[in-house]
């Protein structure tokens, strides 16, 4: 089962979960699985930016990878394989490929600039891994510093077949859903998917722009679907009052480098998660930010009942 | 009447208000001005970076700032000097301190790295504008792409006594509040008021961490001021039910780039600017972007009136 | 005059000379513009980012150029207008134009990342100062980390006419020139001068290349006449024995950040200069890195007399 | 034989040698070692940013650096093993350490701002590779975008013992020898070893700075190691003398992007390496450029006879 353009809903960012050892929590990876099966994610994407990526040792990627691969057994597993060097690059796509793995998704690395570069570092990326590895493009300036223009997107799903799927997180990026949108109509550029990260804060206009479905890591992946479910069926205020009602803990996931804490210790009160541990370098959260962030969770159990949770 | 570090409660950033034409419609600067004094405003801070300072020419910036001084007598206004060069940013300040400004806000340029570089520069400020003219401190890295640590700010506290307030907008921020006034607990820094920008996205929480209040540039400073004295006065609760009413609506006026069309463009329909004008360069609101906008107005009305507009 | 798309030669980047207490040294300056109308300069550049701009006030800046194009009325000289905003940008060209300029020098601001911002911003940079207002473009990566692919600078040649100069100093830019005179070539892009800046750390080579001169601020500029002389009228050796008995000396002076401090001060034991001094921010000069400039002039001296300088 | 503080001479960076189908070519990595160990070398570095080690697989850098270590027998041999992730460059390290190798070199990540964070990058790090592994400390600004203060070298020389030596290649980095020297001196930092890259461009005074050797990859190193003997036993001017006839080949391999392949060629004319292959991604040399570097090495073997070189 390959990843195709015609992907569309909800492909949770799986986070890594570790042991306070550091060691990896394999039942926390089954019960994860189970849970985006279970509330109605169409795909799943490991080994992201946030599924902490770098900090595993090759072996240790292909057999989480692989994991889950096996357990959602019914869904699309993409395989984040963004590395400094193509054959680090092509070592881990070959081997998650042949464990079953959907595609590969690729971030440019933060020293692209021009519209030249990126193409390029795109089509050098196709030529390791292989042309009939379906890939989605992640397009996340705020992290990579890298800009690509929607014109630039055009190129790269123009010259190489095997890009399926837009990452879309740019920020702002509502135009940019709308332009390429134009490009399919205009028949300037085939029809890709595009699935919006950004940690959702857009996701309830970027549907409406024409997004496909939404590709992060927020510790309700259940909303976002939800969300993607009511706007995509006519219930477009039911679907903003759900998405309002997460906007603040949402927005409070979403900083830069303390996000990822927040979102695995939401994930350990929903049971989701064994721990909330990180491999170094990991941002911690304090006791000020935990007890802000059970806060937040108490608010919005008044909206939504899944937000209730039982104290650790 | 000079800015002093018991600065608290909100200076909204204004913007320059622009006819179509690009000509500045000064009607439109008394109107913002007496609508602050009216919200309860306790500063006001113009000529900052959504203030379009960098496309005015210096008599127009002089004549900004003069116009908003003497109007709001009552209120100490702070002008942004930031500059390429100390000698245009001495200039203005000297013409703005003349007129009766309460003191300057000075951001850093974006080519400083090293924690010596910038205490270094703000050095450098005070000895060009004079070491009796209050700063500001801007501390803005996803702008700026300075990053200043908590250690930076109090070395720069403690060398230069003429910093009175921090303008912080770093994003994550909340840990750098608590650490800053930590250092006033431990005693190893003076107090410096905290006033804090970035759009407002974090304001429920950053006056919790001990931060004195807001100086952004959000649509609705009546909302700003509104949170700021409830979240002061024990209605927490009250504080945050407000703010995330309008927190959908701030988060996309928050957007890089296209913010500022967004927040004119409320300003407009709020009847308090005469166009949405910007100068060049200037991100254009679109058709679907001015609905989603509407949208969102018409959504936050349900829960604040103020947001209930006549539609243009 | 205006400054044509034939301009070939010499434009020495002319330093702000200053007294020891920051006013400027109009005599030094008439100094100057004789000594480059002497050694056969064929233009000047005034105001550029090693003429310390960003230092000057409105003010000084216009007198400075007046006075120089006054002095060098034979000779075309093209003043930087490069700003954080178009409106200061706007006001100083048509001050310096009405004076006499030939031409105007715009650097891109540093935050411009995709093909299509740099554009655009060239694009708005010429509806701000006029269609008519020859203007040079300037490519330099290693300072204002703006990468202009060749098909970026061709497009900017083929839409705004009033381009007529690339100030290349690109690293590594050699390439480029071939790719650029290559566009010439298969007419895919009409004739623009390249002068090459970057200290003329690869002069020698970039003649041969096809540029038409250098366009830069070596303290030696009769240096690069030579070279330039040498080189187009078939004496290549001799051409690269001159360049590479300076060579260095202007690895020394070309040094980020000291290298104007370097410049500076040659100048001055040159006679050229009536101090050595920089508005700050200055990075000094200490003893030690004087002694290896003297080292350097005396090694110099061997193989060209023009170093051989009396004491200060 | 563990790296110490004591380190001094001239440690080339050495490339890693394909052959043209991208394989390793195992025999000139015999032909480097031996070279290295003929023309006086007192270490060896392998896997550094120009050794392209991030495009080698784990495996492939294992078997690399064991190749070295073992021929070079009586020299030193650092490792380079910067990573995204401190579980790969763990990896590493215990694997080349057990088989051999003398330290570790490590590369900031092009994220880090403040001087907390560098610092804190390097206590990770050596937290994850072990205290007991010596480790050189990479400050090489312009491909890295970090910006060391001597200040921070400091800290970090001070935390952690491991760190035995600077890989100096800051620019401008005269000043900044000099001020760690004087740490020294002054007694607030203890003694390590500076060896100086960035291409040797200012080897000529930063031995005379302090600076300990040379420590990059200039396709003669047979002539860093003359000019660092020559500088050290009183002969300054012929260590200039030498220096100067190369700095115009040295400059033009110093170019970034395409210096990597000036050099390969370079030592491929020289019959030390059997192909200038690269692997992906690649600057290709043009047919100009090639004809640029034969041009130099022509005028360089009037001035040294080792660049008289049979052509290919």
Redesign the interface.
């Known amino acids: 089962m390959l990843l195709t353009a015609d992907a569309r809903g909800v492909f949770p960012i799986a986070p890594t979960p570790f042991f306070d050892d550091g060691s990896i929590d394999t039942a926390s990876i089954d019960r994860l699985t189970d849970f985006y099966l279970d509330i109605g994610a169409t795909g799943i994407t490991v080994l992201g930016q946030l599924g902490e990526?770098?900090?595993?040792?090759?072996e240790?990627s292909v057999a989480v990878a692989r994991r889950m691969i096996q357990r959602a057994a019914q869904l699309p597993v993409v395989v984040g394989v963004s590395?400094?060097?193509?054959?680090?690059m092509r070592?881990l796509t070959h081997e998650v490929m042949a464990a079953g793995a959907a595609g590969v998704m690729i971030a440019p690395p933060?020293?692209l600039?021009?519209?030249?570069?990126i193409v390029?570092?795109y089509r050098?990326a196709v030529?390791?891994i292989g042309a009939d590895v379906p890939f989605v493009l992640q397009d996340y300036p705020l992290t990579f510093s890298?800009?690509?223009?929607p014109?630039?997107i055009r190129r790269i799903v123009g010259e190489l077949p095997s890009c399926v799927m837009l990452k879309h997180e740019d920020?702002?990026g509502?135009?940019k859903i709308?332009t390429l949108r134009g490009y399919e109509r205009d028949g300037s550029m085939r029809h890709v998917a595009i699935l919006c990260g950004n940690g959702g804060?857009?996701l309830?206009?970027e549907v409406?722009?024409g997004a496909d479905g939404a590709n992060t890591g927020y510790a309700f992946p259940d909303m976002l679907c939800d969300v993607v479910r009511l706007a995509t069926s006519g219930q477009r205020?039911a679907a903003?009052d759900l998405?309002?009602a997460h906007?603040?803990l949402l927005?409070?996931e979403q900083?830069?480098?303390?996000?990822l804490a927040v979102r695995k210790y939401v994930l350990l009160r929903r049971g989701l998660l064994g721990s909330a541990a990180q491999?170094?370098?990991a941002a911690a959260l304090?006791a000020?930010?935990r007890a802000?962030v059970d806060h937040l969770l108490a608010?919005l159990a008044l909206r939504d009942p899944r937000a209730g949770l039982p104290p650790l």
């Open positions: 990526a770098p900090k595993l040792e090759h240790e590395a400094p060097g193509f054959a680090a070592a933060n020293t600039r021009t519209d030249d570069q390029g570092y050098q030529a390791a890298v800009q690509m223009s014109g630039v920020w702002p509502l135009e709308s804060l857009f309830d206009y409406e722009r205020e903003h998405f309002d906007l603040p927005r409070y900083q830069p480098g303390v996000g491999r170094v370098p304090t000020a930010a802000e608010r």
